[in-house]
């Protein structure tokens, strides 16, 4: 079974590392996977989820939640800030706040509601321009501004560029994280996540090891 394999995987490499046991979170990247799929991993009793898209999860989670009760689904693709609502009741998390607006937009809204999910600033630790995310030498800045306006920032988040080796940009956003007084690092994906284990990740983002490659 997938997932018993990547549980095991990631217990070794919490083991490696002189993690505790069951400090990190794996995230089950459910985006475009058929509800069959889905609901075998349910069925295993797994219940932390991670989606790309606000419209995608809202076809999707609340149908399954009615069936399996508690299930925590994280929002890792971008958010629009006219989706910045629908998110916040959806979602347990929000990995990828990238930018002022957004900022702003979800301390309105917290305000608002009374409530907001937990929410992770995503890095573009490899200041790629076609890459979401706020540059590293503006992380500080705007981890300062988020805190200002009463946001419950938890972490740092990153996607390493393909070409690069990830070790160094999960070292770079574990730094920031650390200097911030940030204790939560979404980062690593099936390819590389027990890199991220040994570097400090506390939620890791796995797909196609768990599913299989998407239809």
């Not at 075998?40 to 419209?55: K, M, P, S």
């Not at 399954?64 to 910045?84: C, H, M, S, W």
């Not at 393909?162 to 994280?177: G, Q, T, Y």
């Amino acid at each position: 079974m997938a997932l018993t394999d990547i549980q095991d995987r990631v217990s070794k490499a919490e083991a490696k590392a002189g993690r505790t046991p069951g400090s990190v979170h794996l995230i089950a990247v459910s985006k475009m996977q058929p509800n069959d799929r889905v609901a075998t991993i349910l069925d295993q009793g797994h219940r932390l989820f991670g989606e790309n898209r606000v419209q995608e999860a809202a076809g999707k989670w609340p149908d399954f939640r009615e069936t399996y009760g508690q299930i925590a689904v994280d929002l890792i693709g971008p958010l629009q800030t006219n989706k910045a609502r629908q998110a916040m009741e959806l979602f347990q998390s929000i990995h990828t706040l990238d930018r002022p607006k957004l900022a702003n937009t979800i301390g309105r809204l917290a305000q608002e509601m009374g409530a907001c999910p937990t929410l992770y600033i995503q890095v573009n630790t490899g200041e790629e321009p076609q890459k979401a995310g706020v540059l590293p030498n503006e992380t500080d800045a705007f981890v300062a501004s988020c805190r200002a306006l009463d946001l419950p920032v938890e972490g740092l988040m990153c996607i390493p560029p393909v070409d690069e080796e990830p070790a160094l940009h999960f070292a770079l956003l574990a730094k920031m994280a650390d200097r911030n007084g940030l204790t939560n690092l979404s980062m690593g994906m099936s390819g590389d996540f027990e890199t991220a284990i040994a570097l400090g990740a506390t939620h890791i983002r796995v797909g196609s090891a768990i599913f299989g490659e998407r239809p």
